[in-house]
């Protein structure tokens, strides 16, 4: 996975990073995993990234090392 990370943004309709201080690992109500945190161009702007389980490990270590 690279870094730093992507996520889809509805309201700006493109790709922006997601700011590493912001970075969040959540759980939805389905089970499945994401991670929650804010677009680096615009700080109000809430973004979330779907993650399988191969990056959910590795999104948990970069996290538990900063």
Do not use: C
């Not at 590493?20 to 109000?44: F, I, Q």
Request: glycine share 6%.
């Amino acid at each position: 996975m690279e870094w730093p990370l992507q996520a889809y943004s509805v309201k700006l309709k493109r790709k922006v990073d997601i700011a590493e201080d912001s970075m969040e690992l959540v759980t939805m109500k389905n089970g499945r995993h994401a991670l929650r945190g804010v677009a680096v161009e615009d700080r109000s702007i809430n973004v979330f990234r779907i993650l399988g389980n191969a990056e959910v490990e590795e999104v948990r270590a970069k996290l538990a090392g900063k």
